[in-house]
């Protein structure tokens, strides 16, 4: 079965560092570019990240530059996100998601979605 | 980046049609035919709808379609459905200067 599921949310004091996990099955993992999503409580969506699928490139939000890292090892099938400097407004769900693109550059759309995790930035 | 704009709430009966529009700007809708819409029931994860403007994915009905004019893209679902209700999201790339993509606020669709 095609399926992402991540891992790794919780909360977290504001200044801290959580990572998340994605385990992709189903498809060729190394093959596709992936992103990062997020959306806090009643919100609506936020791109966060993306990486290319031989994680040579990589992409971010202002909002998260310089405080997240995208990452992936495609030996494990895991897509991850190192989260440093956690803010308040970083409370969220995060979903991870396949973007179809095969070739370096993302196409920038999202064809299959994980459940997402809580991530909680609270004291 | 500024999220795009949608209108909060949309909604019709059974059978009709509804449209919701989503409202960027030169440099992220306008420039580019990179927008997709995304349905997301409560709870769930998002499901991609349209992408590239116009183009269905597999297993989407062809009630669901999608266009762009000007700074301007529309999701319009005809035949209306109860399991039709739901929030939905455009996305627009975002440029290549920026990088990435930006989304719209979110629809909430309700069926009556």
């Known amino acids: 079965e095609v399926q992402l599921l991540e891992s790794g949310g919780g909360l977290v004091q504001p200044g801290g560092s959580l990572r998340l996990s994605c385990a992709a099955s189903?498809?060729?993992?190394?093959?596709?570019?992936m992103s990062w999503v997020r959306q806090a409580p009643g919100k609506g969506l936020e791109w966060v990240s993306a990486i290319s699928g031989s994680g040579g490139s990589t992409y971010y939000a202002d909002s998260v530059k310089g405080r997240f890292t995208i990452s992936r090892d495609n030996s494990k099938n895991t897509l991850y996100l190192q989260m440093n400097s956690l803010r308040a407004e970083d409370t969220a769900v995060y979903y991870c998601?396949?973007?179809?693109?095969?070739?370096?550059?993302?196409?920038?759309?999202?064809?299959?979605w994980g459940r997402g995790t809580l991530v909680t930035v609270s004291s | 980046q500024s999220a795009l704009t949608q209108p909060r709430s949309v909604s019709g009966s059974p059978g009709q049609s509804v449209t919701i529009s989503c409202t960027g700007t030169s440099s992220d809708v306008g420039g580019y035919n990179y927008v997709s819409w995304y349905q997301q029931h409560p709870g769930k994860a998002p499901k991609l709808m349209i992408y590239d403007v116009s183009k269905r994915p597999s297993g989407v009905p062809d009630r669901f379609s999608g266009s762009k004019s000007g700074n301007t893209a529309s999701l319009t679902i005809s035949g209306l459905q109860a399991e039709d209700e739901a929030d939905y999201y455009c996305c627009s790339y975002a440029g290549s200067y920026t990088l990435g993509v930006v989304f719209g606020g979110g629809t909430k669709l309700t069926v009556l």
């Open positions: 189903g498809f060729t993992f190394s093959s596709y570019a």
């Open positions: 998601a396949k973007d179809p693109s095969t070739v370096t550059i993302p196409y920038w759309y999202f064809d299959l």
